[in-house]
C-alpha cells in the first residue's frame, strides 16, 4: 500500500487558516468516507482530530475542520494558534493489496 | 473512560521475537476491533494490521503479513503484537489503538519502544 500524499510541511501566523491536502487514489481517499486526521506532538501517541472526513470528536476545537474532493481530503485549521504546532497525519480505509488503513507521510505545521 | 495502555520498552537482537502488550479498559473490549501502528524514529506512522476481539479474527497488511502475528486474551481485556524475525528497520514505537467502525482511531496507546541491535 503506498502512503496517501500530505505536503511536507505547512506554516503560518497567528490567527490565518491553513489546509493541509491528503491525496490518495479511487482505492482509499476518492472511494470511502472514512478519511481520519490526526494531531501529534513530540514524543506523544497520535490524537484523533476528524473522523469520516468531516466528523469532530467531543472536545476537539471547531477551528478544525475536515472535507474531501475527489481523491483529495483537506484539513483546515482556522484562527491559527501556537498550541496547533505539531505533525498531522490523514489516514483512509483502503481496499488496495489489504482490505485496511493507510496512512499519509505526515505533515509538520509551523506556526510561525 | 477508555484507555489502552501498552507494556514497557524493548531491546532485541536481529533475528529474535518480540511480543507487546496492550491492556484495554473503560469499555468492553470485544466490542472494538485492536489496531496496531508503528513509527520509526523521525518517520511517519504506518499501520500493521488489527484483530477482533471478539472472534480472534485477524487482519495484516500485507507488508507484515508472516512475521506479525496478532492475539488476545479477553479474560484480562489484553491484545498482543508479536514481530518475529526483527530487522534494525523494525526499529519503532509500536501503538495499539482502537475506535470505531470505519478505522479512525481513539484512544491510542502510549506506544512502546522496540529497539533492534545487535
Known amino acids: 500500500q503506498s502512503a496517501l500524499t500530505q505536503p511536507a510541511s505547512v506554516s503560518g501566523s497567528p490567527g490565518q487558516s491553513i489546509t493541509i491536502s491528503c491525496t490518495g487514489t479511487s482505492s482509499d481517499v476518492g472511494g470511502y468516507k472514512y478519511v481520519s486526521w490526526y494531531q501529534q506532538r513530540p514524543g506523544k501517541a497520535p490524537k484523533l482530530m476528524i473522523y469520516?472526513?468531516?466528523n469532530r470528536p467531543s472536545g476537539v476545537s471547531n477551528r478544525f475542520s475536515g472535507s474531501k474532493s475527489g481523491n483529495t481530503a483537506s484539513l483546515t485549521i482556522s484562527g491559527l494558534q501556537a498550541e496547533d504546532e505539531a505533525d498531522y497525519y490523514c489516514?483512509?480505509?483502503?481496499?488496495?493489496?489489504?482490505?485496511?488503513?493507510?496512512f499519509g507521510g505526515g505533515t509538520k505545521l509551523t506556526v510561525l | 473512560q477508555m484507555q489502552l495502555v501498552q507494556s514497557g520498552a524493548e531491546v532485541k537482537k536481529p533475528g529474535a521475537s518480540v511480543k507487546v502488550s496492550c491492556k484495554a479498559s473503560?469499555?468492553?473490549?470485544?466490542?472494538?476491533?485492536m489496531h496496531w501502528v508503528r513509527q520509526a524514529p523521525g518517520q511517519g506512522l504506518e499501520w500493521l494490521g488489527w484483530i477482533n476481539p471478539n472472534t480472534g479474527g485477524t487482519n495484516y497488511a500485507q507488508k507484515f503479513q508472516g512475521r506479525v502475528t496478532m492475539t488476545r486474551d479477553t479474560s484480562i481485556t489484553t491484545a498482543y503484537m508479536e514481530v518475529s524475525r526483527l530487522r534494525s528497520d523494525d526499529t519503532a514505537v509500536y501503538y495499539c489503538?482502537?475506535?470505531?467502525?470505519?478505522?479512525?482511531?481513539?484512544?491510542w496507546g502510549q506506544g512502546s519502544l522496540v529497539t533492534v541491535s545487535s
Open positions: 489516514s483512509s480505509y483502503t481496499t488496495s493489496s489489504t482490505l485496511g488503513v493507510v
Open positions: 469520516d472526513v468531516s
Open positions: 473503560g469499555y468492553t473490549f470485544i466490542d472494538y476491533y
Open positions: 489503538a482502537t475506535g470505531g467502525t470505519t478505522y479512525w482511531f481513539d484512544p
